[in-house]
T-cell receptor, first 116, second 112 residues
Framework: GAGVSQTPSNKVTEKGKYVELRCDPISGHTALYWYRQSLGQGPEFLIYFQGTGAADDSGLPNDRFFAVRPEGSVSTLKIQRTERGDSAVYLC??????????????FGEGSRLTVL | GQQVMQIPQYQHVQEGEDFTTYCNSSTTLSNIQWYKQRPGGHPVFLIQLVKSGEVKKQKRLTFQFGEAKKNSSLHITATQTTDVGTYFCAGGTNFGNEKLTFGTGTRLTIIP
């Protein structure tokens, strides 16, 4: 596609439920990132993939969060036993590769998660 | 852990006035990027700076990377209503764009 696509755009769930958020990066981009943005804050790094493997998952807040990218393209962020504090906009981004000259991250529109 | 702070948090300017936002990192950076986020939108890349003391210009926007590679600034000359949004700096420490640490952002509003 022309840009990074994220679904759903909005998700309302109840505390304790399981949620999956999907990201379809720009075709050909090998690097994929997940960030979380709370209201009035800057994006907070969660995890990034280089190809199929999670190269750095140090930003995942706890073991309720997990992400996969099985074929090196589409990625899914999975959140178990959701808590109200998980409410935020989850942003996915992709880039051509990782390295000093690869520059920009292309962000999707985000998935707004609300946990009631 | 690494922290990136921006000042001011908010800036209201008359259209035509200049605007500057400052970014400071607690650690030395390998590169810094700037993004603009319109209200209700997603971050959009503006520029990347890599070299110590680097200055880059994009029309009315001037970006600077400090000599110590721990601070940066974005200056907009003669603001226009299209400049409205939140400006984020994002610092990387691994000579790449993985794991960028975003700043707290400066929200710019323009008074017509």
């Amino acid at each position: 596609g022309a840009g990074v696509s994220q679904t759903p755009s909005n998700k309302v769930t109840e505390k304790g439920k399981y949620v999956e958020l999907r990201c379809d990066p720009i075709s050909g981009h090998t690097a994929l990132y997940w960030y979380r943005q709370s209201l009035g804050q800057g994006p907070e790094f969660l995890i990034y993939f280089q190809g199929t493997g999670a190269a750095d998952d140090s930003g995942l807040p706890n073991d309720r969060f997990f992400a996969v990218r099985p074929e090196g393209s589409v990625s899914t962020l999975k959140i178990q036993r959701t808590e109200r504090g998980d409410s935020a906009v989850y942003l996915c981004a992709s880039s051509r590769a990782v390295g000093v000259n690869t520059g920009e991250l292309f962000f999707g529109e985000g998935s707004r998660l609300t946990v009631l | 852990g690494q922290q990136v702070m921006q000042i001011p948090q908010y800036q209201h300017v008359q259209e035509g006035e200049d605007f500057t936002t400052y970014c400071n990192s607690s650690t030395t950076l390998s590169n810094i990027q700037w993004y603009k986020q319109r209200p209700g939108g997603h971050p959009v890349f503006l520029i990347q700076l890599v070299k110590s003391g680097e200055v880059k210009k994009q029309k009315r926007l001037t970006f600077q990377f400090g000599e110590a590679k721990k601070n940066s600034s974005l200056h907009i000359t003669a603001t226009q209503t299209t400049d409205v949004g939140t400006y984020f700096c994002a610092g990387g420490t691994n000579f790449g764009n993985e794991k960028l640490t975003f700043g707290t952002g400066t929200r710019l509003t323009i008074i017509p």
